[in-house]
């Protein structure tokens, strides 16, 4: 004769079950958690478009290293809360995950085709810039025979002013519309994904990791690339500062639409 009734002998091999599901649960979102921390970290050291707009825009602007660190961070938390909420629009509604792969591709395409235009419209601002801010020879012949030559700037401060602090605000919210234009590739197929098959706030946890870990690589990439440019001569580049960074921002917006990165 059994010591255990048939109920209890069925509760106490569900609770062992239970124990063991809750067990790898556990164990699947500390694993996906450090993924998450990994990926966010990689996926922003390899792509320059994460740092190298505001690190050549804050310094060809002359941006205080606080004022480059903010507009990094709020273009940063864009970037990472619109891939968040399609993630989550996908969980919830159960929408395909191939759709949403299709989906971030397209906007990383807009996105990479975004930063080449900004770049190249930048450059060429600060071509235009230079070319109106050249210096001019003026020749001059005295009655008594002496020759004598003189250079003033062409600044045109009295016509362009207006539109200068026009671009200055302009900047920022290009800036931050390409960041949430682009996605963060990896987080809903490789994390979010996988971890809501074990709950939704293992989803929120391993979300938030990859979020903190991408901004924390935004912030220390910037700061790192900021003091580095400070070693730099960037006073003898003069108004060539707008060109270079332009440039820089082209070609990284070139490098991503055909690399992939």
């Given amino acids: ?39 966010g970290f990689i996926h922003t050291i ?58 971030e591709a397209s906007r990383g395409n ?29 020749v001059h012949t005295h009655s008594s025979g002496v020759i004598h ?6 600044t045109h401060d009295h016509t362009h002013v207006h539109g200068q602090e026009e671009g200055k ?6 800036l931050f519309i390409i960041f949430v234009l682009g996605p963060c590739e990896v987080l809903i197929p490789l994390i979010m994904y996988p971890a809501a098959q074990s709950s939704i706030s293992g989803t929120i946890m391993v979300t938030a990791a990859f979020g903190v870990s991408t901004l924390l690589a935004m912030l220390g990439t910037v700061t790192l690339g900021v003091l580095g440019f400070s070693l730099l001569p960037v006073k003898r580049m003069g108004l060539y500062t707008h060109v270079i960074a332009g440039a820089m921002i082209f070609l990284s917006g070139i490098a991503i639409r055909m690399l992939g990165i």
């Avoid at 707009?53 to 940063?76: E, Q, V, Y």
């Avoid at 605000?169 to 290009?174: E, L």
Wanted: aromatic share 10%.
């Fill in 169 to 174: 605000k302009i900047t920022p919210w290009v």
């Fill in 149 to 154: 030559s003189h250079k003033h700037t062409h």
């Fill in 1 to 39: 004769m059994s010591i255990f009734s048939m109920e209890e002998v069925a509760l106490l091999l569900w609770r062992l079950t239970s124990d063991d599901k809750i067990i790898n649960m556990t164990a699947d979102i500390q694993l996906l958690t450090t993924t998450a921390v990994s990926a």
């Fill in 46 to 103: 390899l792509g320059p478009d994460h740092y190298l707009p505001f690190i050549m825009i804050g310094k060809a602007r002359d941006w205080s290293i606080s004022k480059i660190l903010m507009l990094t961070f709020i273009c940063g938390l864009g970037h990472v809360l619109s891939s968040v909420v399609l993630g989550m629009v996908g969980v919830f509604f159960g929408v395909g995950l191939e759709k949403l792969e299709f989906i």
């Fill in 110 to 138: 807009m996105a990479a085709w975004a930063l080449i235009a900004f770049g190249l419209v930048y450059a060429i601002w600060g071509l235009r810039k230079v070319y109106k801010n050249r210096q001019h020879a003026h």
